[in-house]
């Protein structure tokens, strides 16, 4: 099914199961179609949309003065709708969605926290981005709400968390955090285990929450991609990328054939370095110090090779409105050229060691598994979602430029344990390889960036990128003076980590560590 029809069948959908749907006009969200829903409709809508074999893929509000703005969206074969209702501030309540999508309980938690929109039948009440830095009567996202918040002397510890408690003979539960070893970033586990079986894992997260939606607003343009570009330091290039895509559809700005390709080669260069270290920790979550070395140094040649082509390892804030900061030379494009070759080598010889060993295979085949059906319910894309069947990359079936003139290879795998997170990572990085050599043989002359323009009052946009985790959303609204009125990022963590809480199921304690960094959720990109 192509796109359209994919589109135009949901809509004809929604219209025979007799919902209020109106299609409205917003070119600054193309490709994607946007959809007026009555408020009373929202479940109905989600429940038709699920029927027809719909993703969800995100859920936002915004404070639009009398009203709080309610918008979802929805995904299959590649066609992108975005639907949209408004419910009164005076009494924000709405149809939950999340009992048609498991995948929508933790966002509209969050727009519970910081709008105060009720979701009638969500099936969990708890709060979930709030903790107790703010009041249950304090919105931090409606406009009345200044930014620095009203904190107290001390925020009280948020040790009322009410967590799932399991009862029996023999049953005993494990906190882990919200504090870790090493420098990974603070998140709770609760565990619920019969020896070292795990019954129950629960997640708590939130508590590095930094208010990336406030802060946007009143930000100018290049402001807005400077802050996108740490929603996930560990995704600054693709993060960037989908606000500058937004912002650009909503100014009507075309950022230049060079500058386009440029920020595809950073952003495969961002997903080689991200795959590599993955890899490699993994490794060493299960002992393997030799392969935790061996790609660590990998991923360390391949940043400074970034760092001297763009003149930052991490390539932040190389993408800017309108086009890329900055280019590499000749001898720059010619020697990353080079360096894919020995690394490509590199990588196979150690990969033919790791696949040799039976001690490696034993703690990876079999460990977490994701089943495919839980993997759709949750919405899982990326290396994630690929490992469990789920065969869907926004490059390929929804491609923006240059994408679109591109060959993108999509590895799929359906045994969703450790393994096949491994073994998916393995192939993208190869095929990433293959498309940085690509851009560098075809990379087009000419400007690197666009003359930016103000936007009217009211414009909005919506860029959806294919990032290292997977599919990456972000939304932007222009107030007056082409300053930010709302900015939404959706990284995928949010579908990631509650896979993490069901492939956990059944296996043992001492493999949580792997079954973590195989999924690998970035705790700064759920925690706007």
């Known amino acids: 099914m192509s796109a359209q029809a994919a589109a135009a069948a949901l809509l004809e959908r929604l219209r025979a199961a007799h919902l209020r749907v109106e299609e409205q006009a917003a070119p600054g969200l193309a490709p994607a179609r946007l959809i007026a829903v009555e408020p009373g409709d929202w479940g109905r809508l989600a429940h038709e949309a699920r029927a027809l074999g719909c993703r969800w893929v995100a859920g936002w509000g915004e404070d639009i003065g009398g009203e709080i703005r309610v918008h979802c969206g929805f995904e299959k074969s590649g066609a992108y709708v975005i639907a949209r209702t408004a419910v009164s501030r005076a009494h924000p309540v709405l149809p939950s969605q999340a009992t048609s999508y498991p995948g929508a309980e933790r966002p509209e938690r969050h727009t519970r926290d910081l709008l105060g929109v009720e979701f009638s039948e969500h099936p969990d009440p708890r709060r979930w981005t709030r903790h107790q830095a703010w009041s249950e009567l304090d919105h931090p996202l409606r406009n009345d709400f200044p930014a620095a918040g009203r904190p107290p002397a001390q925020t009280p510890a948020d040790h009322e968390y009410k967590f799932l408690h399991a009862h029996g003979s023999g049953i005993c539960e494990i906190p882990v955090g919200p504090v870790h070893a090493g420098i990974i970033e603070p998140g709770h586990f609760r565990f619920q285990a019969v020896g070292e079986t795990v019954l129950n894992l629960e997640e708590h997260l939130g508590y590095v929450h930094k208010g990336i939606e406030k802060v946007a607003v009143g930000r100018d343009a290049a402001g807005l991609a400077r802050l996108a570009a740490r929603v996930s330091g560990d995704s600054t290039v693709a993060h960037a990328w989908a606000a500058c895509m937004a912002m650009e559809k909503a100014c009507g700005v075309e950022a230049p054939p060079r500058a386009v390709w440029l920020r595809a080669l950073m952003c495969e260069r961002e997903r080689i370095a991200n795959h590599v270290g993955d890899i490699g920790a993994i490794l060493n979550d299960i002992a393997f110090t030799f392969g935790f ?87 899982c894309m990326g290396y994630v979602g690929r490992a469990s069947s789920v065969d869907f990359d926004v490059r390929r079936d929804a491609p923006y430029p240059p994408y679109d003139r591109l060959q993108t290879k999509v590895p799929v795998y359906h045994y969703g344990d450790v393994a096949a997170r491994v073994r998916v990572r393995v192939e993208e990085i190869d095929a990433s390889f293959d498309l940085v050599e690509t851009i560098a043989a075809r990379l087009p002359g000419g400007a690197i960036r666009a003359d930016w323009r103000e936007p009217p009052r009211g414009a909005e946009g919506l860029g959806v990128v294919e990032g290292w985790r997977g599919e990456i959303l972000s939304y932007v609204r222009f107030g007056e003076g082409g300053r930010i009125a709302r900015f939404f990022p959706r990284d995928p963590s949010w579908t990631i980590w509650p896979a993490l809480d069901v492939l956990i199921h059944d296996n043992i304690v001492p493999d949580f560590p792997v079954c973590n960094k195989s999924v690998n959720g970035s705790y700064s990109g759920q925690d706007l």
């Open 293 to 379: 070395y061996q790609f660590s140094r990998l991923r360390e040649d391949w940043l400074r090779q970034s760092h001297e082509a763009f003149g930052h390892r991490f390539m932040m804030d190389r993408i800017v409105p309108g086009g890329v900061a900055r280019e590499p030379d000749a001898a720059a494009l010619e020697r990353m050229r080079g360096q894919i070759g020995a690394l490509r080598r590199q990588v196979g010889k150690l990969m033919a060691i790791v696949n040799d060993l039976p001690s490696v295979k034993d703690r990876l085949v079999t460990t977490g598994v994701l089943l495919p059906d839980h993997a759709r319910a949750l919405g």
